[in-house]
């Protein structure tokens, strides 16, 4: 069962890069089932697709971030990064890393989340 | 792109039945036949429940259900129980290879 675990800084001041980390275990990153994902949901707030990369290195993003959004992939260590560029405080969020197979058209699983602030 | 439409909240006594609709666009929910909706408790992540508007994963308990007419999918909790109390999701396809969350609903179990 593929298990997914974000990490990163949980306090990033504004107009800095937000950068987090999901770790990938129990499966392998580089399957073409596939694409790995960023989704985050400011408190209190709804769920908002940051975007996703493919094995291959394809990368598709939400139109609203895509200036500032950077999405990549380490296969030699089992990770996929998230670079979210000068940020505000509206980037305040808990971030979670999943897994989207596009053999069933779900986002499943879902690492545990981070908050991550943005603040001063 | 805009996120999916979906009421605030919704509640049902248990054993009773609550639907909760989800509405977007022809560029989305009514274009496509990828609807997914999410389960998620205080603090957790969310759990999927509902993929490709209607089919349930190994382990949903069939009292979910989901369909779509047009640009509207819905979610069906029959036969609530205490565990439904929680805030859902809906997800929809939005074309080039973007996706979309709706706006959340809590249900609540009286």
């Known amino acids: 069962q593929v298990q997914l675990q974000e990490s990163g800084p949980g306090l990033v001041k504004p107009s800095q890069t937000l950068s987090l980390t999901c770790t990938v275990s129990?499966?392998?990153?580089?399957?073409?089932?596939?694409?790995w994902t960023w989704i985050r949901q400011p408190p209190g707030k709804g769920l908002e697709w940051i975007g996703y990369i493919y094995y291959s290195g394809s990368t598709y993003y939400n139109p609203s971030l895509k200036s500032r959004v950077t999405i990549s992939l380490d296969t030699s260590k089992s990770q996929f990064s998230l670079k979210l560029s000068s940020v505000t405080a509206a980037d305040t969020a808990v971030y979670y890393c999943a897994s989207f197979n596009w053999n069933y058209n779900w986002f499943d699983p879902w690492g545990q989340g981070t908050l991550v602030t943005v603040s001063s | 792109q805009s996120a999916l439409t979906q009421p605030p909240s919704a509640s049902g006594s248990p054993g009773q039945s609550v639907t909760i609709s989800c509405t977007g666009t022809?560029?989305?929910?009514?274009?496509?036949?990828?609807v997914s909706w999410y389960q998620q408790h205080p603090g957790k992540a969310p759990k999927l429940m509902i993929y490709?508007?209607?089919k349930r994963p190994s382990g949903v308990p069939d009292r979910f259900s989901g369909s779509k007419s047009g640009n509207t999918a819905s979610l069906t909790v029959s036969g609530l129980q205490a565990e439904d109390e929680a805030d859902y999701y809906c997800s929809s396809y939005a074309g080039s290879n973007h996706y979309v969350f709706g706006t959340g609903t809590k249900v609540t179990v009286l």
């Open positions: 129990g499966g392998s990153i580089s399957s073409g089932d596939y694409y």
């Open positions: 490709e508007v209607s």
């Open positions: 022809s560029s989305d929910v009514g274009g496509y036949n990828y």
